[in-house]
């Protein structure tokens, strides 16, 4: 089967669900059945490219020339179909629960909230196709356009602040990038992601490569939520819980550290980093977020900016993996991309189910809710535990290549920050479990019952994956299997 | 027969147009709009044609009454001339498709004299251009700045006092270019640019040339409104009537940076400009100074055309930082950047004139969220417009950024470099703040109008559509900038 | 006489240059007056004189000491140049007179138009008028 066009369909796809969602304004079903054709066809299509990806092919699409000597160039390499798969897949389930959270929030404006998320999904998809860094800068910006009117969504003060915040946040990144790139291409005349690196035969100074890589840094580290550059992501809770259930623990954060991984492994290569000791700068940083944003995440009452906190510390575990440079933390590190978006999009979708059904959105509030909602809070006790690295779920395996991979580099602190992290983990996510099922409800709680199947339904099913994933990696997509081949092809140079 | 006469046809046209327009619009008032939509039509399709057809057979030297230089005036048809007259015409062009309610609404009675007016704005512009002859680049200097003059003085109240102080400072500016002429004239015994080209060298250091370089820098800098010459511009830009501004802030400021252009890259050359005092070098922090200026008092802003023009300063500080980089990338990116920076100006001008056609002001402090569905269209060219000043891809102001930015890291300017990107922020800080009151209900506000009883109001078809066509050509020229830009990397002077 | 500390040079190169000498000064005058006068009519007076400056300027490097009128004369061999005026500055400033009445002529009318508007051609006023 030709596959040559199925990247640039997969990313089209949803732009051009756009314009039958803008049309049926008036007739909410129809509008919402548009967004999950578009999500289903393109996840099919997503997935055809999986079959080649595992044996380590790329389909490239050279579309047309975007600046002299740079491509507009789609590659649908293993790490790209990766990520892909994830974005596409879970947006099926986010859809679902989007009409049910939406409708049942009452919220208003809800073309332009499933337009842009469209949108959104297009720009994740190029991001994640992107043969190079010129369409990967293109991809990452729209993707920042695109995701700021969900951000604002609410129109009231907190979303007006939070958009503004996210704004000077992401446009600096953006900016940077842009300088990173230019620079890039001044220095090693290609702006291709290659397994292992563009600067392995460049000659490049130290402070220069060091400015470099901190540009690049800034860059896609704003998106990763990487320490000090983190704020905008609590903030931007302001948004619906969908938004950030898909978009800041899929989307908007995993291309970021996409983005990372990219850098290190794509653009820098793993011996140009341990050579220039760029690896320790990254370690360092990401070894700070996850502890602190493991702190911080105590002080929240509000449940979704706990679950932001978390996101940040988690963020930092993929970005801990890509600055191990060692191949089994590589592979940790891109299998908790996979792990942390099915435990996390459960986490958050179970917020929005409680906000929705209770309209409670403080953890201090929660007692007894789960003689309410079962379900919901079932899928919220599985999901915190694998996020605390507990076993057999998700959350354990990729933790479990993390500690190996600092072990196989001789490093033992990132280690010790992992232990320390996932008692962290378990320290601020059991309270509300306790408070949940334990603690004593007020009265007012009997007349509520479990919310609405459209968002029921979605939490179980990514809870379940979460489950299945840890204790069979390879189901259905071949996760682990693809993730090995992703760490050893950057560190064998394709 | 058509294509040997093209360069003089594309101008005199316009001179024609001017004449026919008054003499019909003394009869029929109604056709001056027309004629001059006529008019700029036919020279945008002359100059179309020109630049695709005979790209390859350029540069074309015309000369006026087959006098050849020294005696006669030419005409100098090359790639660069050819790309910036297409550039102009064809903006115009789409303005003057746009201005018809406007001028009813704002000029009814001075229709004729003003349509008269913007074909010799307009001659004067494709002269400046075209013309291969120093002294005659100042009469059209003069003929387009008369003109400017006149378009800026109707409107508001305070116009024609704006006017009058851009008059002043103007003058002065085309004065000290005259003078520098006049000593470059002492010391080459001609005026031919193309002769003097090749006479410079010998003469390069003498006082008489490096000081009638200086006088013509800042005359013409004063005409490009490089900072600190800048303080004409806003009040000019924003007390006249709206089309006007449509129609010179596009335009008028990079037909002053294209003159730069042939004089530092063409006439002397960079080597030879710098050899003595370092212009580029002088240049390159004023524009950056500029840029920055512009757009922080843009932010401070409150009235959209005035922050539009203070927008236009910071601008002009790209182009000119761009061509003071001296180095391909930067003087494609300055290229691309008038290219985009007239089509954007033009659309966010537009959108200006349509928000006053309806709302009958375009003070930011009192938009809100009814536009969004009063106007969906015009808001809609107004973010493309918006997303491209910021310079967001794929839209065309990302890339004469990538260009510039390029430019500043091939010269290991890294100060410029940061100058570009603070910019962009500051651009976006302004540009969101007229989105965010326009896509989204005031949270402090008592009492927002409920959308359902906002009903669609957009402007006319005849407006509606060059604002659309120029919020579509964004799009269009960031993805297809890769040909401009190999057509404009042939043009930098020496090759690349 | 001694070149007496260096003073004659100088007196001869004033004295060389007067024409230079003369157009600086009337440039200066030209820009005081645009620049620090507060009336509107007085700016364009300076404007005037500036642009006289600078025509007086060019005609004064078109002319030659004993040379006549650039019209062949049987008399005077053409090929002796230095026997004739350069015509194309005087020309050429005959445009640039043109030019400048324009230029006086599009500024009365502004001046006009503002005094109707403003009722005064004080530069401050009117600004004051204007906030």
């Known amino acids: 089967m030709e596959l040559t066009y199925v990247p640039l369909l997969a990313v089209l796809i949803s732009l051009v669900a756009v314009v039958p969602i803008m049309l049926s304004s008036k007739r909410p079903n129809l509008r919402e059945g548009w967004t999950i054709l578009a999500a289903v066809v393109k996840f099919g299509l997503v997935l055809t490219l999986l079959p080649g990806a595992l044996n380590g092919e790329s389909v490239e699409l050279n579309l047309f020339e975007i600046a002299p000597g740079i491509p507009f160039l789609l590659k649908a390499d293993p790490f790209g179909v990766f990520f892909a798969i994830i974005a596409s897949g879970l947006w099926i389930f986010t859809s679902f629960y989007s009409i049910g959270y939406m409708r049942g929030a009452g919220e208003k404006k809800q073309t332009r909230y499933f337009a842009s998320f469209a949108v959104c999904l297009s720009a994740t998809i190029g991001i994640a196709f992107s043969g190079n860094l010129f369409t990967f800068v293109i991809f990452y910006e729209m993707l920042t356009i695109a995701t700021y009117p969900l951000v604002i969504h609410k129109e009231n003060r907190e979303a007006i602040q939070a958009g503004r915040q996210y704004l000077v946040y992401t446009l600096t990144a953006g900016l940077l990038l842009v300088a990173a790139a230019a620079l890039t291409w001044y220095l090693t005349g290609t702006l291709e992601f290659r397994p292992g690196g563009i600067f392995g035969d460049v000659d490049v100074s130290r402070p220069m490569i060091t400015i470099l890589f901190i540009l690049f840094l800034g860059a896609v580290g704003v998106k990763a939520g990487i320490m000090p550059i983190h704020s905008w992501l609590p903030t931007a809770m302001a948004a619906p819980t969908p938004v950030s259930a898909l978009l800041h623990a899929v989307a908007v954060v995993k291309s970021g550290v996409f983005g990372v991984i990219r850098v290190v492994g794509y653009v820098f290569g793993t011996d140009v980093m341990a050579d220039y000791n760029l690896g320790d700068i990254l370690l360092v940083l990401a070894g700070v977020t996850i502890i602190f944003a493991s702190l911080l995440a105590f002080y929240q009452d509000n449940l979704k900016r706990r679950l932001a906190y978390s996101t940040v510390g988690h963020l930092s575990y993929i970005v801990l993996g890509a600055a191990l440079l060692t191949q089994t933390g590589m592979m940790g590190g891109i299998m908790h991309i996979a792990a942390h978006a099915t435990m996390k999009i459960t986490l958050f979708f179970c917020a929005g189910a409680i906000y929705v059904n209770l309209h409670k959105e403080n953890i201090s509030d929660l007692n007894g809710i789960a003689k309410v909602m079962p379900w919901t809070m079932g899928a919220f006790t599985i999901g915190s535990m694998g996020l605390a690295g507990i076993p057999p779920i998700n959350g354990f395996v990729s933790k479990w290549h993390l500690a190996t991979g600092s072990l196989e580099g001789d490093m033992i602190i990132p280690l010790l920050i992992l232990v320390v992290s996932g008692l962290l983990n378990a320290g601020y996510f059991f309270p509300i479990i306790k408070r949940a099922y334990f603690n004593k409800g007020g009265e007012e709680l009997k007349k509520y019952g479990e919310a609405s199947p459209f968002m029921v339904v979605p939490i179980c099913i990514t809870a379940l994956l979460s489950v299945l994933f840890g204790l069979f990696p390879n189901l259905f997509f071949n996760f682990f299997e693809l993730a090995a081949n992703i760490s050893a092809a950057i560190f064998n140079g394709g | ?496 | ?131």
Not at chain 2, 192 to 203: E, K, R, S
Not at chain 2, 328 to 356: D, E, S, T, Y
Not at chain 3, 31 to 40: A, D, P, T
Not at chain 3, 58 to 81: L, R
Request: glycine share 8%; proline share 4%.
């Open chain 3, 1 to 131: 006489m001694t070149n007496w500390y260096g003073v004659k040079t100088m007196i001869d190169f004033l004295m060389g240059h007067y024409s230079y000498w003369l157009t600086i000064t009337l440039l200066c005058i030209g820009l005081y007056g645009i620049m620090f006068k507060k009336n509107l009519v007085k700016k364009t007076i300076g404007l005037t004189i500036l642009q006289a400056s600078i025509v007086l300027f060019w005609v004064s490097i078109g002319s030659k000491w004993g040379a006549t009128v650039p019209v062949y004369d049987p008399a005077i061999p053409s090929s002796d140049v230095a026997n004739y005026l350069n015509p194309l500055p005087h020309t050429l400033m005959l445009t640039a007179i043109v030019v400048g009445v324009a230029t006086l002529g599009v500024a009365f009318t502004f001046l006009i138009a503002t005094y109707k508007r403003y009722n005064t051609l004080d530069e401050e006023e009117i600004l004051e008028q204007i906030q």
């Open chain 2, 1 to 496: 027969m058509i294509d040997i006469h093209l360069p003089a046809l594309i101008a005199l046209n316009f001179l024609a147009f001017s004449v026919i327009i008054v003499l019909t619009g003394v009869l029929k008032k109604n056709w001056c709009q027309p004629l001059a939509v006529a008019g700029a039509g036919i020279s945008s399709l002359l100059s179309v044609y020109g630049f695709v057809a005979s790209l390859n057979e350029l540069p074309l030297r015309y000369f006026f009454g087959a006098w050849e230089p020294p005696v006669g005036i030419e005409f100098v048809y090359d790639g660069l001339s050819a790309f910036v007259v297409m550039v102009i015409n064809v903006v115009a062009f789409f303005v003057l498709i746009h201005s018809r309610l406007v001028a009813v609404r704002e000029f009814r009675y001075k229709q004729m004299a003003y349509y008269s007016l913007t074909m010799l704005l307009m001659l004067g512009f494709n002269g400046i251009v075209l013309t291969g002859d120093l002294f005659n680049l100042f009469v059209f200097l003069e003929i387009a700045s008369l003109s400017m003059y006149a378009l800026i003085a109707i409107g508001e109240k305070p116009a024609p006092f704006a006017a009058f102080r851009y008059l002043i400072i103007g003058t002065v500016g085309g004065s000290l270019y005259l003078l520098g002429v006049g000593f470059l004239y002492t010391a080459t015994g001609t005026l031919n640019i193309i002769d003097m080209t090749a006479m410079l060298p010998q003469f390069a250091t003498d006082a008489s040339v490096v000081t009638a370089l200086i006088l013509m820098v800042a005359g013409i800098a004063i005409k490009t409104a490089l900072f600190p010459m800048h303080g004409w511009l806003p009040d000019a830009y924003s007390y006249t009537c709206s089309t006007s501004s449509a129609l010179i802030a596009p335009l008028g400021t990079k037909v002053a940076a294209y003159v730069l252009i042939r004089i530092l890259m063409h006439l002397f050359g960079f080597d030879l400009a710098d050899l003595v005092v370092p212009i580029s070098k002088i240049l390159g922090i004023l524009a950056a100074i500029g840029i920055l200026y512009g757009s922080i008092m843009a932010i401070a802003q409150n009235e959209m055309k005035r922050m539009l023009a203070y927008s236009s300063i910071s601008q002009i500080g790209y182009i000119i930082l761009g061509i003071s980089l001296v180095n391909p990338w930067g003087f494609v990116g300055a290229l691309l950047h008038i290219l985009n920076h007239a089509v954007m100006k033009a659309c966010l001008f537009m959108v200006a004139a349509n928000l006053r056609m309806k709302e009958g002001h375009s003070d930011i402090s009192k938009f809100d969220h009814t536009y969004r569905k009063k106007y969906p269209w015009t808001m809609f060219s107004f973010t493309m417009a918006a997303i491209s000043m910021i310079g967001l891809p794929p839209l065309a102001g990302f890339f004469s950024k990538w260009y510039l930015a390029l430019g500043t890291i091939e010269a290991g300017n890294w100060a410029f470099l940061a100058v570009i990107l603070i910019s962009s922020l500051l651009n976006a800080v302004y540009f969101f703040r007229i989105l965010e009151k326009v896509y989204m209900k005031d949270p402090e506000a008592e009492e927002n109008v409920p959308d359902e009883h906002v009903t669609r109001d957009e402007v006319s078809p005849s407006m509606l559509a060059p604002t659309w066509i120029f919020a579509i050509g964004l799009l269009l020229i960031g993805l297809a900038n890769v040909a401009i830009v190999k057509l404009l990397m042939n043009m930098y002077p020496g090759g690349v």
